[in-house]
């Protein structure tokens, strides 16, 4: 399974627990929160949320197989 860069990671969980803490609330509902600022976000900036989570998509399926491949290269040959 790909990992995100330490720097990548490390924005989003502190932006996912500063969510979280807000409301004391749990991971899952500190995701669903954020999810939720960023389609008002999308509103303002009129910015379609929707292509943008199917290109979100796109991209990490990409990256899941590439990563899938990167495996598949390093593995032993079957004796």
């Given amino acids: 399974m790909p990992t995100f860069k330490d720097d990548t990671m490390k924005i989003l969980e502190a932006t996912i627990e500063k969510y979280g803490t807000a409301g004391d609330t ?4 500190a995701i669903r929160d954020l999810l939720t600022d960023l389609l008002h ?18 991209v990490y ?14 593995d032993c ?3």
Avoid at 41 to 58: M, N, P, R, W
């Fill in 41 to 58: 976000y999308c509103d303002q900036h009129e910015i379609d949320f929707d292509d943008s989570l199917e290109g979100s998509l796109d």
């Fill in 61 to 74: 399926l990409e990256e899941q197989e590439s990563a899938s491949d990167e495996v598949s290269d390093f």
């Fill in 26 to 29: 749990c991971t899952e509902f």
């Fill in 77 to 79: 040959p079957d004796v």
